[in-house]
């Protein structure tokens, strides 16, 4: 009896973890974990070429070659899974999954590159992104411009 109450516990817990977004299945994960290292950083503000350079790194995205653009989105997290709540839009590659709305963002540029180092000039601002969302979940997979 006692092990049946512990599995219904168990499973009540992960309908609602489920529910809440803060598990998700495993394809779901692997991309929206993906999503969150590469474009999300809601601790900093960044907008500075140092902010860039160390992020870059630290992120994982100077090797095993540097990466030539990228964006970190520094809002909310439960702010910017809503944004999958808005409004259907095309994508760059013609599916209908991606969704758009304004956030503070650090752009990080590559302008040189040497064999140990990527350097990257940082704009910070306020501007309209596009993110692919996933159908079933409804969180953000890719950051589509």
Same mark, same amino acid.
């Given at each position: 009896?006692?092990?049946?109450? @512990?599995?219904? =516990?168990?499973? %009540?817990?992960?309908?609602? =973890?489920?529910?809440? &977004? ?25 907008? @500075? ?12 995205? @100077?090797?095993?070659?540097? !990466? ?24 760059? +590659? ?11 963002? @650090?752009?990080? !540029? =590559? ?5 140990? +180092? ?19 979940? %409804? ?5 589509? &411009?």
């Amino acid at each position: 009896m006692a092990l049946q109450k @512990t599995l219904s =516990l168990l499973l %009540l817990l992960l309908v609602t =973890l489920l529910g809440l &977004g803060l598990v998700q299945p495993s394809y779901g994960q692997s991309m929206y974990q993906l999503f969150l290292r590469q474009h999300v950083d809601t601790k900093h503000r960044g907008g @500075t070429s140092f902010y860039c350079n160390r992020m870059m790194q630290i992120r994982g995205m @100077t090797r095993p070659r540097c !990466k030539q653009f990228n964006t970190f989105i520094h809002e909310d997290i439960w702010d910017i899974n809503n944004i999958c709540k808005s409004p259907n839009i095309q994508c760059k +590659n013609g599916k209908m999954n991606c969704h758009a709305d304004v956030v503070r963002v @650090t752009d990080c !540029k =590559l302008t040189s590159r040497s064999r140990r +180092n990527c350097r990257y000039q940082g704009r910070g601002s306020s501007r309209r992104v596009v993110i692919a969302c996933d159908d079933k979940t %409804l969180m953000p997979v890719y950051f589509d &411009g």
